[in-house]
């Protein structure tokens, strides 16, 4: 069916949807919410950070438009003892009634809320316009003047406390002469609270310190008053210093809790790990001592520091040989100025074995791979997590005509040791406390056997991954990076028909059949605006991300070579390694991402990707596994994965394009509007462009090279629909684009799908888990 005949089909249907009067479902006095805004007669009020103190909203739109639930909702009947109107009205939602009472409680809040950003006279009215039982609801702000700060003053009553307030006067958010704001009040206050309690002030909490604003100064004046009064102990009528306190000693508890520990220590073995620091357990500790004290950031004879007691739970809980961890202190009996700390860790399960059996479908040749893994999350006994897995997979191949064989085998087998930690010299111990850190080791070995060829590939691989504490940077640098890729037969009717002319055509793929080794380093840096956590996966936030990466291969060795004054390969034109060439490349990646969160329902996404990488020196060609390529659920959706560029190229085998649309660079843009339907049910509009190009001139790829004067030209564009399934801890994603602008053709039906669109040739279908970007 033609798109164009589609369209006004589900125009039609969605418009029969949300044209379902609501009012029969309404009682005799009630009205409906059909609209909130939020007004003000000053600019400078920041309206969008006061909708939260709205109590009631309208019923949901899809994508800010359609009020399809209470659509679904009309459809059905009164009578609530039939089934099917039991179904749509958990399908879909009831008609929101207009509560006047949450209304005045909204305002009320809103009108302290202006007042506390220092616009004291402020007003919230209330402005309800009702028609045809539809009430819209709006929010008058008469903000009136903004009070600023004249005067600042401190009262503080202990002199140990004014001392370090005073030492630190030069971090404080307050100064004279800024606008009066509640809410930077509030953030002095945390900023204190946190200074004492990592100077050993257990006690000490928000509630101590009070501001006074004295607003009769006049002409739009406060004058600020900070007041920390002595401390006063439950129980007791007078007041006192406020009490400071340091570590007497830490208890460790390997597998027990404090009160096992106090009913039955006699019955425990017990461990010192270090003075002051004992630890308790039966038989053998899971975790080696030394290895424990590393990450434990409360030492005997420091002060009292949260900060301390926070470091030491995130660096326990984070390793994968911990279920649970736990930080508790207790002021210790004989000594009324130090505290016991105890610390209770509890492992969980060792050993584990998985499988996983899936079915594959590459380009309609079906097959199955299965899957059998071995961990150990705690190998030498300092939380290292060693895993084992192999797999193993079968496809029948459709299609190929001259080979004797038309079966796809692949088996591989990967190792990988994690320790949770920096396995490097010459850091601090402050660097190893702050960054949580990992090194990894890996080898895997994969052999792939095809009708036209059998390939092998040997990789081996040290890394380090750590971020700081909040996690929003986070960093990964490749020490090295070993990669050694072995074809051991090439079949003859491939080898004559696309790797035997030695001419310049046919480059990019005759250098990607060849054996090659690959030794590489890279670095890569994230960053986002809101802290990751394992349960942080769903959209809608005001966030933005970046990442930025750059990887390098072949320099070393050719420094090795040139530095011994060894001469290139007459054959292979190449420096080689055991008569094997060396790839040499640079590889640059960017990546940015931003959302936009319009309500609880709807926010908008924008996606920048940049790529370039550039071979030279000892190679010509990028290795296929270094190359970009476009399309696909991740990139521009209206096409196939690999199934766009390199520029205008337009593939023409379908056995090789595989390679031949590939490239040195590559650019990605999306937008993407994001809505909430009902249950776990999402839904997403997009716009995607982009493409990749060859930095250098291949015979094989005619028009895939990047030329500032016509690459704008070569810029596909798509757009589509996408439903996802959304679990929290992962979403499921099914996309469906379309062609809007095809580079490849260059006559104008062609070219411009979204005028003339045909779904046999522009449409493309993607299942994928996770989002886009």
Not at 505 to 515: F, K, W
Not at 717 to 745: E, H, Q, T, W
């Amino acid at each position: 069916m033609n798109a164009r005949k589609i369209l006004p089909l589900l125009l039609a249907a969605a418009m029969s949807l949300v044209g379902c009067s609501p009012i029969r479902f309404l009682g005799e006095d009630e009205t409906m919410l059909h609209k909130v805004r939020i007004t003000s007669d000053d600019k400078q009020v920041d309206k969008s950070k006061l909708g939260g103190y709205v109590r009631q909203h309208p019923n949901s739109r899809w994508f800010s438009l359609l009020k399809v639930p209470l659509g679904i909702y009309c459809m059905s009947g009164t009578d609530s003892t039939r089934r099917f109107n039991r179904f749509m009205h958990r399908v879909g939602e009831a008609p929101v009634v207009y509560d006047s009472l949450l209304a005045e409680r909204a305002a009320a809040d809103m009108e302290a809320a202006v007042q506390g950003l220092g616009y004291l006279q402020a007003e919230v009215n209330l402005d309800n316009k009702v028609k045809k039982r539809r009430v819209n609801v709006n929010f008058s702000i008469h903000a009136g003047p903004h009070y600023s700060v004249r005067n600042i003053y401190r009262n503080v009553e202990d002199p140990r406390v004014d001392s370090i307030v005073s030492a630190t006067w030069d971090d404080t958010v307050l100064e004279e002469g800024m606008p009066f704001n509640i809410n930077l009040l509030d953030e002095e206050r945390t900023r204190i609270t946190s200074l004492m309690q990592n100077q050993g002030f257990y006690y000490f909490n928000k509630t101590m310190i009070r501001f006074d604003a004295d607003t009769t100064v006049g002409n739009h004046l406060v004058d600020i008053a900070l007041n920390i009064p002595m401390y006063k102990p439950s129980g007791q009528s007078g007041a006192v210093p406020h009490p400071s306190y340091s570590i007497r000693r830490v208890n460790f508890l390997s597998g027990i809790n404090q009160q096992e520990l106090e009913q039955s220590r006699s019955g425990l073995d017990s461990t010192m790990m270090a003075p002051g620091v004992w630890a308790y357990h039966h038989g053998r500790m899971l975790l080696r001592p030394k290895f424990l004290l590393r990450r434990i950031d409360l030492q005997p004879g420091d002060k009292y520091s949260e900060q301390a007691v926070q470091n030491t739970y995130s660096s326990l809980a984070s390793l994968s040989a911990v279920m649970n961890a736990n930080v508790s202190l207790e002021p210790a009996g004989t000594d009324p100025d130090s505290l016991d700390a105890y610390v209770a860790v509890h492992t969980g399960k060792r050993h584990g074995l998985s499988a996983e059996l899936e079915g594959t479908n590459s380009a309609g040749d079906l097959g199955a791979a299965l899957s059998l893994g071995y961990y150990n999350r705690n190998l030498f006994r300092r939380s290292e997590q060693f895993s084992f897995k192999i797999r193993g997979a079968f496809e029948a191949i459709k299609g190929l005509k001259g080979y004797d064989d038309q079966n796809y085998l692949e088996y591989s087998a990967e190792m990988e040791l994690n320790f949770p930690e920096f396995k490097f010299p010459f850091l601090t111990q402050r660097f190893h406390h702050e960054a949580k850190a990992q090194s990894i080791a890996s080898l895997m070995f994969n052999s792939q056997d095809r009708p036209e060829f059998h390939r092998r590939v040997l990789t081996a691989a040290w890394r380090y991954r750590w971020h700081r504490l909040n996690r929003k940077r986070q960093h990964r640098f490749d020490f090295i990076d070993l990669n050694y890729i072995f074809m051991p037969w090439i079949s003859n009717t491939f080898r004559e028909e696309y790797l035997s002319d030695n001419s310049s055509r046919n480059a990019v793929l005759r250098y990607n059949y060849e054996n090659l080794f690959i030794m590489k380093w890279g670095y890569s840096f994230q960053y986002t605006s809101v802290a990751p956590t394992s349960q942080n996966v769903s959209y809608g936030t005001n966030a933005y991300s970046v990442r930025m990466g750059i990887e390098t291969a072949g320099n070393f060795l050719q420094g090795i070579h040139r530095l011994f004054g060894k001469d290139k390969n007459e054959q292979k034109e190449a420096y080689t390694l055991f008569n094997i060439a060396y790839a040499q490349y640079v590889k640059f990646d960017f990546d940015f991402a931003k959302s936009f969160r319009f309500d609880d329902r709807n926010s908008l996404a924008l996606h920048l990707a940049l790529g370039v990488a550039y071979p030279y020196g000892n190679s010509k060609v990028l290795p296929y596994e270094k190359r970009y390529f476009s399309g696909g659920a991740n990139s521009v959706r209206g096409w196939s994965v690999r199934g766009l560029g390199p520029g205008s190229f337009k593939g023409t085998d379908g056995r090789v394009d595989f390679i031949h649309q590939t490239g040195d660079m590559k650019l990605d843009m999306s937008v993407e509007y994001r809505t909430h339907l009902f249950w776990k049910m999402d839904a997403a509009a997009f716009i995607d462009a982009g493409n990749i190009w060859t930095l250098r001139n291949y015979e094989e790829q005619p028009g895939g090279k990047f030329r500032w004067q016509t690459f704008w030209k070569q810029i596909a564009a798509s757009y589509g629909l996408g439903i996802r399934l959304n679990f929290s801890y992962f979403i499921l994603r099914l996309d469906f684009g379309m062609k809007a602008v095809n580079p490849a053709y260059e006559t104008r039906r062609e070219h411009f799908p979204i005028i003339y669109p045909n779904f046999k040739r522009d449409a493309a279908l993607h299942f994928a888990v996770g989002l886009p970007f």
